[in-house]
């Protein structure tokens, strides 16, 4: 997948489980996030990660901390208010 396409999907899901292949192991793994970083929880979260050509920054939710993905190793993007059925999105 390409950097412009995961952002992409991001701003149009907002909050997604984001699947991919971990380039340590070669597992696949996941990770809850979002690009949304204008809420008051994330913002008084600390970051020094600095985004690359070939790396995306998130917010991810379950690790409760920023994260730099490499969008060439996203195998799926799934919205999360799909995973928790919510009828309204």
């Known amino acids: 997948m ?3 396409e995961l952002s992409a999907l991001m701003r149009e899901y907002g909050d997604a489980t984001i699947t991919y292949r971990s ?3 070669n ?4 990770n ?9 929880y994330i913002i ?6 600095k985004e690359t ?9 379950d ?13 799926g993007v799934v919205p ?4 928790l059925r919510n009828e309204n999105v």
């Not at 809850?32 to 008051?40: A, G, K």
């Not at 008084?44 to 990660?49: D, G, P, Q, S, V």
């Not at 050509?53 to 939710?61: A, G, K, N, Q, R």
Request: proline share 4%.
């Open 2 to 4: 390409k950097k412009e």
């Open 23 to 25: 380039l340590n192991s």
């Open 27 to 30: 597992k696949l793994k996941y």
């Open 32 to 40: 809850v996030c979002t690009l949304d970083f204008s809420t008051p």
């Open 44 to 49: 008084e979260k600390k970051n020094r990660a």
């Open 53 to 61: 050509e070939d790396t995306l920054l998130l917010f991810c939710w």
């Open 63 to 75: 690790t409760d901390s920023y994260r730099l993905l490499r969008p060439s190793a996203v195998t």
């Open 80 to 83: 999360l208010a799909h995973t």
